[in-house]
């Protein structure tokens, strides 16, 4: 059990670095799509429209890929009030259980979002015009990642020897 745990961990770690870059970009895109929008509208009057959309679909996207990270790093809303106050022998129990609700509470949420997105391809973006199932992916992709790394958590903590507490936030 203590490999599986290892490798968990590490596999969940791989994963939630590449998707800390990810949200990074977003959020640095985001920020000059902004400031793009600013700059247009009270100093050169450039008259571009697109900025508002793409700025809302790029925080729709970093938003929402941020809660795997939230998800690794256990930010996510817990009972540890609660729980902190059990004796050690429920905790563990305790714990398992609530990581595989919210397995399963993420899980649903991504399969619901499939044919959210589905639906999305016979919609148009007003500005762009393209359809929206890329910007309703969003959802599925987040929450299964979510549900994943969820999953990988458990495993990782699994390991008795192994330190799994979670990483700074923030860090890449």
Known sequence: ME?????SADFSEFIDRLNRWAVGLLMALLILT???????????????????ELARYLMIWAILLAVPCCVVARQHVRLAMFSDRLPPIIQKPLSILVDLVTIAFFAYIAISGIDFARQGMSQLSTVFRMPMVY????????????????????????????????????SF
């Open 135 to 170: 910007a309703f992916a969003a959802i599925p992709t987040a929450f299964g990642l979510a549900a994943l790394q969820a999953f990988l958590t458990l495993l990782g903590s699994m390991g008795a020897t192994r330190n799994t507490s979670p990483p700074l936030a923030g």
């Open 34 to 52: 902004v400031w793009t929008a600013v700059l247009d509208r009270y100093l050169f009057k450039w008259q571009i429209g697109w900025v508002e």
């Open 3 to 7: 490999t599986v745990a290892r490798l």
